[in-house]
C-alpha cells in the first residue's frame, strides 16, 4: 500500500469505517473521535484476560483458598444443563436462572432482567462464561457473566478489551468499529525504518495497534504498549523540535554582546552565579549569528524573570523589540508590573496586551510596535499572536510556562517569530534523563539554586484526626493577616458505562488506569470542600478557583487573592502556575496521595514567598511506606531537581512526563499510554532515537525521513491544545 494512501484513509472520517453509520459516528464525537486514525488510537482502558478457562473444580478450590467467598473474574466453559426458568420478581424485574456444567461440577448463573438469554442458552450449548464466581451455601454462582457462544477451535479473543464509553456507544460498538479501521488501514503505515526497530527490539506499528485492542496475548500487549507510548513520545518531541528548533537557522537579528553594568545596576539585589551563567549563555547566543532556541528551566523563585529581563534588555539594546508571553492574564500582568519598573528605569517602554486590553490602548500599543525606530517590550497572553499584532523589528521571543500553551499557539508565534530568537522559560524541573524527551532540540539552562535568603516552608503530613487544629491553624494565619492556600486534585470526569455492558470492575488488567494510588479513598471538590470550610471558618474569607472555570473568572479569583480580598483559597492546581502572592504564609494540600512529588514541591513553592514563617500541610490518610517515603523526600529536600529525580525512580518516566511536559497536550490517549510507562527502558530508546534522528536531519528533511516528518506534522496538528 502507497504511504500517501494510507495517510489518507487515517484522514478519513469514522464513518468510511465499515459498519459506522451516522448515529455511531455522532456517539463517536462526543468523545473526540471524527477520523479513522482517531478510531485507531481510541485506546482500550482495560482488558479482560478470558485466555485461561479453568474449570469448576479449580474455581470453587479458589475461593475456598481465598476467604473472600468470591474468585477473582475467570473463564470457563460450560455448557447448559437445563431449560432456562425466567420470573417476574416484581414489576419490571424479571430474573433469569440457567444451570451450567462442565465435567468437574455445576454451577448456577443469574441474569437480572436480559429475559432474551433464554433464547441463546439452548440446553446442551456451549458458552465462555466471564466472571466473579461466589460460593453461596457451597453453591457455586456466578451474577450477570458475560458469556460468548462457544466451539471447540473457534476464535474467541483471549483478552477482550474493555473501552471508554459515552451515551450511545456500547462495548460491542467500539470493538467493531475499532476492527474495521484496523482492517481498512492494517493499523496505518509504519514509518520507522526496520533497522531501527530491530535495534530497539519493538514490534511493528500496525503489530502493535492489533494487539492494543485485540491482544494476542499477555505479552503481545506489553509489546504493543512499549511501541505505541515509545511512537507517543517520539513523536511529541520530534514535534517540539520540528515545530519551534530551527537549530541551524542563521540569524538576521545579531545581537552584539554588551556591558551588564547598567542592568545589574538597576536591579535591587545580586544575581546569583546560575542566573549570570544562564544570562552569559543566552548573550552568546544573541551574538553568535545563529537563532536561539533555549529554555530556561528553573525552580518557582529561583529568579527566572530577572534572566528573561537580561535577554531583553540585550535585545532592545542593539535596537530590536521583544515580545514576553504569559499564559494566563494575570501573570503578563504581574510580569508587566514587575518589568516596566525596571526598564523604565533603564529607559525602555513596556506595553500589556492582554484580551481585556481597550481599543484605543491596542491602537496605540500597535503603532508603536508596528513602527519600530524605538524598541519596545510587549507583555502579554497569547493576545500576543492574534492576527493583528504585527511587529516591525521583533528580535526576542520570550515564553513564559510553555507548556501551558498549545503546540498550535506556539507554532503561531514561530511563525510570527520567523528568524526571531526564541527563550523559553518552565518552572518544572524535569530529570535530565527525560530532558531530550520533554524539550526536544531546545537548548538548556539550568537555574540551579535559590537566591539566598529564602526560609524553608516547615513540611508537615498529617491524616484527617487533624481536622480540627488545622482549621484553627487556618483562622489563626488569617487572624495574624496572612493568607491561605488549599489545594484538592482535580476531579476527572470518567465515562458512564452502559445498561448491558461489562461492568468495567470486572477488567483484570488495567494498564491504563488513570486514578493514582489509592482509588479507595473519596476525593474532595474544590467546590464542595470551600462551601463546607465557609462554614468552618466563620471569619474567612473563602472563595475557590478550579480548571474548568472560564479564563476571565479564574483571573478574577487569582486577582482578588493577590490583593488580599480574599483570605482562604481553594483550588485545583490551577494555581500551580499561579501568582506571587508573598502574603500567603499556610498551603494545605488535600488528598496528597494523589499528586506527584515535583507537583506537590512546586505546590510549596507558593509559599515562603514573603518575610513571614510559611507552612506546607500534606492531608491524607494514605497509610503504607510509599506515602511515608514521599513525605520524607519532601521535608528533606528543597531542590527541584532532586525532588524529580526521586519522582523518577518511585513512579517511573510515565506518570512524569504526561504531568509535567508537552505530553499533556496531546489528548487523553496519549496520556493514559504515557501513563502506563513504568520502567526506563522506552525512555532510553526515545532519547537514543531522537539524538541520533536530529543529530543526523534536525528538521527532518532528508528523504529516509519523510514518513516521520508527515507523522511528526500530523500529531502536532491534531494537539492544537489551549491555554489552560
Ligand atoms: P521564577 O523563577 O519563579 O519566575 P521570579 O523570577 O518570579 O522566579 O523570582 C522570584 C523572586 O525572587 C522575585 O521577587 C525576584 O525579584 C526575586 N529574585 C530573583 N533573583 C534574585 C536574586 N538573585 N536575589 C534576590 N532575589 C531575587
Ligand atoms: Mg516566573
Redesign the pocket.
Known amino acids: 500500500m502507497a504511504v500517501g494512501s494510507a495517510v489518507e484513509k487515517l484522514n478519513m472520517p469514522v464513518t468510511a469505517a465499515k459498519g459506522v453509520g451516522p448515529a455511531r459516528a455522532a456517539a463517536f464525537s462526543r468523545v473526540g473521535v471524527t477520523t479513522v486514525g482517531d478510531l485507531l488510537r481510541y485506546y482500550p482502558r482495560a482488558y479482560q484476560n478470558r485466555e485461561h478457562v479453568r474449570t469448576l473444580a479449580e474455581i470453587r478450590g479458589s475461593i475456598n483458598a481465598g476467604g473472600t467467598g468470591r474468585s477473582e473474574p475467570v473463564s470457563s466453559v460450560l455448557a447448559v444443563a437445563s431449560e432456562p426458568m425466567s420470573r417476574m420478581i416484581r414489576r419490571g424485574m424479571t430474573i433469569t436462572k440457567i444451570r451450567l456444567f462442565d465435567e468437574t461440577g455445576t454451577c448456577e448463573a443469574t441474569f437480572f432482567n436480559q429475559p432474551y438469554v433464554r433464547d441463546n442458552f439452548r440446553t446442551g450449548a456451549q458458552f465462555r462464561i466471564w466472571g466473579r464466581f461466589e460460593l453461596e451455601k457451597s453453591r457455586l454462582t456466578i451474577n450477570s457473566p458475560v458469556w460468548e457462544p462457544y466451539v471447540e477451535g473457534g476464535d474467541l479473543l483471549p483478552i477482550v478489551p474493555v473501552y471508554p464509553l459515552t451515551r450511545g456507544l456500547t462495548q460491542k460498538a467500539v470493538a467493531q468499529s475499532v476492527a474495521a479501521a484496523i482492517s481498512m488501514t492494517g493499523g496505518g503505515g509504519e514509518y520507522l525504518p526496520e533497522e531501527v526497530l530491530s535495534r530497539l527490539s519493538l514490534p511493528t506499528h500496525s503489530y502493535a495497534v492489533r494487539n492494543i485492542h485485540f491482544p494476542e496475548s499477555v505479552e503481545a500487549l506489553g509489546a504493543a504498549k512499549d511501541r505505541l507510548s515509545f511512537d507517543e513520545l517520539l513523536l511529541t518531541s520530534l514535534s517540539l523540535s520540528v515545530s519551534g528548533g530551527r537549530r541551524n537557522e542563521l540569524s538576521k537579528t545579531v545581537v552584539p554582546k554588551t556591558d551588564t553594568a547598567p542592568f545589574t545596576g538597576a536591579i535591587p539585589f545580586t544575581l546569583t552565579a546560575s542566573q549570570k551563567r544562564a544570562i552569559a549563555e543566552i548573550g552568546a547566543d544573541l551574538s553568535g549569528g545563529k537563532v536561539m532556541n533555549r529554555i530556561l528551566v528553573g525552580d518557582v523563585g529561583s529568579g527566572?524573570?530577572v534572566v528573561a529581563a537580561a535577554a531583553a534588555y540585550f535585545t532592545m539594546k542593539a535596537g530590536y523589540s521583544v515580545a514576553l508571553m504569559a499564559p494566563t492574564e494575570i501573570l503578563a500582568t504581574q510580569h508587566f508590573s514587575d518589568l516596566s519598573a525596571l526598564f523604565d528605569r533603564l529607559g525602555y517602554k513596556c506595553f500589556l496586551l492582554t484580551g481585556s486590553t481597550g481599543a484605543a490602548k491596542r491602537r496605540e500599543i500597535s503603532a508603536a510596535i508596528a513602527d519600530g525606530s524605538v524598541p519596545v517590550l510587549l507583555i502579554g497572553t497569547h493576545a500576543l499572536i492574534s492576527p493583528d499584532v504585527t511587529f516591525s523589528r521583533l528580535g526576542l521571543a520570550i515564553i513564559?510556562e510553555q507548556h501551558r500553551f498549545g503546540v498550535m499557539q506556539r507554532a503561531a508565534l514561530a511563525e510570527k517569530t520567523e528568524g526571531v530568537h526564541t527563550l523559553v522559560?518552565s518552572?518544572t524541573p524535569i530529570p535530565r534523563t527525560l530532558s531530550l524527551i520533554a524539550y526536544g532540540n531546545l537548548d538548556v539552562s539550568r537555574l540551579d539554586e535559590l537566591p539566598s535568603g529564602r526560609q524553608p516552608v516547615d513540611t508537615f503530613a498529617v491524616d484527617e484526626s487533624y481536622r480540627k487544629r488545622l482549621n484553627a491553624f487556618i483562622e489563626k494565619q488569617v487572624g495574624e493577616g496572612h493568607q491561605v492556600y488549599v489545594v484538592c486534585p482535580a476531579v476527572e470526569e470518567s465515562p458512564v458505562p452502559e445498561k448491558g455492558d461489562d461492568p468495567l470492575e470486572m477488567a483484570d488488567i488495567s494498564l491504563f488506569d488513570l486514578i493514582g494510588p489509592d482509588p479507595e479513598l473519596p476525593m474532595k471538590s474544590a467546590v464542595e470542600y470551600s462551601e463546607r470550610l465557609k462554614n468552618e471558618l466563620k471569619n474567612c474569607r473563602v472563595s475557590f478557583v478550579h480548571g474548568r472555570m472560564k479564563p476571565a473568572e479564574k483571573d478574577a479569583v487569582m486577582t482578588a487573592f493577590a490583593r488580599g480580598e480574599i483570605d482562604v483559597l481553594v483550588s485545583t492546581t490551577v494555581i500551580e502556575v499561579g501568582v506571587n502572592v508573598p502574603n500567603a504564609t499556610l498551603m494545605i494540600v488535600e488528598n496528597a496521595e494523589r499528586f506527584g512529588l515535583s507537583q506537590l514541591h512546586q505546590l510549596r513553592g507558593r509559599v515562603g514567598r514573603g518575610p513571614a514563617k510559611s507552612y506546607f500541610v500534606m492531608v491524607s490518610d494514605s497509610k503504607g511506606e510509599k506515602a511515608k517515603d514521599r513525605i520524607e523526600t519532601l521535608k528533606r529536600s528543597r531542590d527541584g531537581y532532586k525532588i524529580a529525580e526521586a519522582d523518577l525512580r518511585q513512579r517511573g518516566p510515565g506518570d512524569i512526563l504526561s504531568e509535567n511536559s508537552v505530553v499533556r497536550q496531546h489528548g487523553q490517549s496519549t496520556l493514559s499510554l504515557i501513563r502506563a510507562l513504568s520502567d526506563s527502558a522506552i525512555t532510553d530508546k526515545v532519547t537514543e532515537c531522537v539524538t541520533r534522528i536530529l543529530g543526523d536531519d534536525p528538521t527532518l528533511e532528508k528523504p529516509e525521513n519523510e514518513k516521520l516528518r508527515d507523522r511528526v506534522l500530523a500529531m502536532a496538528k491534531r494537539s492544537s491544545g489551549t491555554v489552560n
Open positions: 527566572k524573570t513564559d522559560m518552572a
